[in-house]
């Protein structure tokens, strides 16, 4: 029960029994936890987004590493010797640069925003989320004082998705440097439509384009023609995005992460380099050098021809960056015999258990395991453990404040009893 926290009493209605364990869902809040203070959010009761508004900072540390320690100990049956540390963010609120909200119009043409009622399809409307960037909660204010034509597809009652995310001024003019550009950063909006049947969306989409503070919006069956856009900058490179591409949410711990996992890298003086799951290049970009060679994979096409133009555009030479399945591209560099002296591998939430088996066949020397749900990665873990691999290094980052979600990063070496 992620919405829990000690010292809390509730009612609770059990969803799954399988024995060993019971699923279950809070119906009724009897007794708020000691824990619990006022929350800095005036939606944070009903929004299904954060469940931890008002509990102070240090106690929710506490609570994240406690998870991962947990996990790596009952799932992993990692030895407890190998300590986790954790990294505070800076701020606790306006950190995110995106948000997916839900929207629905009302009958003179106004809209409102907002996210889903926990347990529900309640909409809960927003004016500003606390954890969103200024820049996301400045336009959401705007659009919410708009008035656009409602497209006929569209019903009343019918809630659309639309992502927010918030870009730094783009680079232009006389200056070139994003550090350095002047202007108000900007979002840009990808609209979901609830049904393939919404086809009078134009109008709808116009009148986002023309909100102050949007930079572009459209349709997802638009993301082909959306614009290339800069979204960081880190060591001299530029990190580029499209609308709709996954990138992290908190850009001040992705950088702290970024220049960790580089040190991590360097000090094994490696000369070939493996990214699995690399997106558009966001952890191996800046590893590229003339004497070492970068391969990254990933199955997102878009993502993939990102990463190109990331390369491209930061004249980086001596990287490879490729479409398709990690867990085949794997097998068939075992199957050649290629070898790695680093493999990086940053997946989505469910792991990469299937890639396992071939990626101890590659016998790289050292695996930066980037994580950001605690069990599966000691799942995972705990098969690389057990096929000759020791964890050296654990450390977690906590890029969603007042939310239950923790970031990790793990670092495995080969046994030196091990041969390939």
């Given at each position: 029960?992620?919405?829990?926290?000690?010292?809390?009493?509730?009612?609770?209605?059990?969803?799954?029994?399988?024995?060993?364990?019971?699923?279950?869902?809070?119906?009724?809040?009897?007794?708020?936890?000691?824990?619990?203070?006022?929350?800095?959010?005036?939606?944070?009761?009903?929004?299904?987004?954060c469940q931890w508004h008002g509990i102070p900072y240090e106690q929710q540390l506490g609570w994240k590493r406690q998870f991962v320690e947990t996990a790596l100990g009952r799932i992993g049956k990692v030895e407890a010797s190998v300590p986790v540390s954790i990294s505070g963010a800076s701020g606790t609120l306006e950190y995110r640069n995106r948000i997916f909200v839900r929207g629905v119009f009302a009958a003179d043409g106004s809209m409102s925003f907002?996210?889903?009622?926990?347990?529900?399809?309640?909409?809960?409307?927003?004016?500003?989320?606390?954890?969103?960037?200024?820049?996301i909660n400045r336009v959401l204010g705007r659009l919410g004082h708009a008035k656009i034509e409602r497209p006929k597809s569209l019903l009343a009652v019918t809630p659309y998705r639309m992502e927010l995310q918030e870009i730094p001024p783009q680079p232009g003019g006389s200056d070139e440097s994003i550090s350095g550009s002047?202007?108000?950063?900007?979002?840009?909006?990808?609209?979901?439509?609830?049904?393939?049947?919404?086809?009078?969306?134009?109008?709808?989409?116009?009148?986002?384009?023309?909100?102050?503070?949007?930079?572009?919006?459209?349709?997802?069956?638009?993301?082909k023609a959306a614009p290339l856009v800069v979204f960081d900058e880190q060591d001299g490179l530029r990190y580029h995005t499209r609308p709709g591409q996954f990138q992290q949410v908190n850009v001040s711990h992705n950088r702290l992460v970024r220049s960790l996992v580089h040190e991590l890298v360097d000090g094994y003086k490696p000369a070939r380099i493996l990214d699995l799951f690399c997106g558009s290049g966001n952890l191996s970009l800046g590893l590229c050098r003339a004497d070492r060679y970068v391969e990254g994979i990933e199955f997102s096409e878009p993502a993939i021809a990102t990463a190109r133009?990331?390369?491209?555009?930061?004249?980086?030479?001596?990287?490879?960056?490729?479409?398709?399945?990690?867990?085949?591209?794997?097998?068939?560099?075992?199957?050649?015999g290629e070898q790695f002296d680093v493999v990086i591998a940053d997946p989505p939430r469910e792991g990469m258990f299937k890639d396992l088996i071939p990626l101890q066949k590659?016998?790289?020397?050292?695996?930066i395991y980037v994580s950001c749900d605690p069990a599966t990665l000691a799942r995972d873990l705990g098969a690389l453990i057990r096929g000759g691999y020791q964890l050296k290094w654990v450390r977690s980052f906590d890029f969603f404040p007042n939310t239950w979600h923790v970031e990790t990063i793990a670092v495995l070496e080969k046994s030196p009893e091990e041969k390939v």
């Open positions: 029960m992620a919405d829990a926290v000690p010292g809390d009493v509730v009612d609770i209605e059990v969803t799954n029994d399988s024995g060993r364990y019971a699923d279950a869902k809070i119906v009724l809040f009897q007794q708020l936890s000691p824990l619990r203070g006022k929350s800095p959010c005036a939606f944070s009761e009903k929004c299904g987004g907002g996210y889903f009622q926990r347990g529900s399809r309640n909409l809960v409307p927003i004016n500003r989320c606390a954890i969103a960037g200024v820049t002047v202007g108000e950063a900007k979002v840009v909006i990808t609209v979901y439509p609830p049904s393939p049947d919404c086809r009078d969306l134009d109008a709808f989409v116009e009148g986002l384009r023309q909100t102050e503070g949007v930079f572009w919006a459209g349709l997802i069956k638009d993301l133009e990331n390369v491209r555009i930061n004249k980086i030479t001596n990287a490879l960056y490729l479409s398709g399945s990690s867990e085949k591209h794997l097998w068939k560099c075992a199957k050649k590659i016998g790289a020397k050292a695996i």
